[in-house]
């Protein structure tokens, strides 16, 4: 009288969830759906690993955790570009008050 496995569908969620997160990571956008997918994914393996193999969907969790990291990977890679960029940029310009050549 076992139940029959059964597909989760937070797994597909993590997944989506996941790689749109991936896709507007480098936008910094993507923390948002990547963070979501993380802690789908936690609550989504914990409900998988008390069903007892009745609930499957791992292979999506696992896609999904993946594509969310990279996401946020993205986008720290994308912040630490931006300030390096804004760093370059202050150095560039000139600190100070111009004064004419002939003044003390």
């Known amino acids: ?20 997160g991936f896709l507007t990571g480098a936008f910094v956008g993507g923390v948002i ?8 994914a936690r609550q989504t393996a914990r409900q998988a690993y008390e069903a007892k193999g009745y609930l499957t969907g791992s292979a999506w969790i696992r896609r999904g955790r993946r594509l969310a990291w990279a996401g946020i990977v993205l986008a720290l890679t994308s912040l630490v570009i931006a300030s390096i960029a804004g760093l370059l940029h202050l150095a560039g310009s000139p600190g100070g008050p111009d004064f004419s050549p002939g003044t003390d």
């Open 33 to 40: 759906p990547a963070t979501v997918a993380l802690l789908l």
């Open 1 to 20: 009288m076992d139940p029959d496995p059964e597909p989760s569908s937070k797994a597909r969620a993590v997944f989506a969830l996941g790689l749109v």
